[in-house]
């Protein structure tokens, strides 16, 4: 099928590109997920084993996505069915970027849902429902709001609705601009609730649990999850930087830009602790209620505060900011393939990914309530299953796909003469990409399998 290389759009800075690399990473998981997993790890000592695993597993694979979509030029399927070509390899290698595209297609469609309740929790914050509420009363104020399929259809279309517009409007224009402003927005927002942060009570014994190390709580399960983190933090295995690779001039030096965009998606996670912890340690809450901690306990905690409101509007703005960056992303792949192998321009393309999308995420909202019953796998909702399928399963396997395909099916001298490494530099990388990382994902899939 002949692609429309016409309408194939490029960054316009590298700055835009490592902002809209680093909005892909940073999402819901960073700002709850990450900052507990760290305070309930061994605090320190578990950065440290995270930042050991994003470097040597999860930057290899993002520079293979990178690498595979820029020499291709294309969607993600057709550009690594064109660099297999290249290496005189199987086209069978294109399930690489099949697999990362419906991947991407299916965690949108419930990442959508949750995005629409960070929406809602903006209004319920700003119109003062947290104030003096009680636990019960928060939990009673998330789960009526989830049993309420109207409500969550209106607010998971608003969030579909942002997410299309800015997509719509292209590579420069609108994933580019969005998160030049959308990024330093979110770590702004952040700043300042650290900085309130700083001024409670809790605020010390927050970076105790944060930074103090603990290595009786390095486990290998606590290894593991280091390791499955970093693979999943950096937007791995769904398309997404395969489809921002494409996009890419020869002038940026991959491994840098990688270098710089590990860096920045760990010190936002690190910043979102730094604001959430001071919040519940002052008000003597659970540290590991997980994504309750966001619906349930901190609406609680605001309520109690002075300026809570603000306090909370701030906070599901950063929170709704952190999902639109990754929303977008997610639906870029999807859109791209449809711009270049059908008759339609971007809007079209765009607008139809969006449709599809929003069309599925309607069997997530009413798994939450009316399909409640209803079970795709065995005891798991429609959303749950969603969510078990992709992370379990699609992520991390069309993971592998790439750094095997870098690895071991590309052309080495050209991957290293890319890369501008020789000698032992070149001798490292080959050991990062060629075992050390494809070993680390197996080892993540088939330990995820039985957890």
Known sequence: MTLKASSHGQWSSKMGFILAAVGSA???????????MVGDSGGAAFVLVYLLCVFLIGMPI??????IGRRGQHNPINSVVKVAEQNNRAKVWGLIGVAGTLGAWLILSFYSVIGGWALSYIGFSGAGDFSGISPEGAGELFSNFLGSPGTLLGWHTAFMALVVVIVAMGVSNGLERAAKLLMPALVLLLLVLVV?????????????????PDLTKLTGQTVLAALGHAFFTLSLGMGIMLAYGSYLGEDVNLLKTARTVVILDTVIALLAGM???????TNGLDASAGPGLIFVTLPLAFGQMGAGSIL?????????????????????????LLEERTPMNRIGATLVAGIATWLLG??????????????????????DSLDYLTSKFMLPL???GAIVFLGWAMNQDSVLKELQLSGGQATAWQL?????APIGVVIVFISSLFS
């Open 26 to 36: 940073v999402g819901l998981g960073n700002i709850w997920k990450f900052p507990y």
């Open 62 to 67: 993002l520079v293979a996505e990178w690498m």
């Open 196 to 212: 309130y942060g700083i001024t409670t009570p809790g605020f010390a014994d927050a970076m105790a649990f944060m930074f103090q």
């Open 275 to 281: 604001a959430i912890f001071p919040v519940v340690f």
């Open 312 to 336: 909370g509007v701030l906070f599901f703005i950063l929170l709704v900011f952190a999902a639109l960056t990754s929303a977008m992303s997610l639906l870029e792949p999807v859109v791209e």
């Open 362 to 383: 309607i069997a997530s909202v009413l798994s939450l309530n009316l399909w409640s019953e209803l079970h795709l796998l065995p005891g798991m909702t429609v959303f």
């Open 398 to 400: 069309t993971g592998l």
């Open 432 to 436: 990062a990409s060629r075992y050390i």
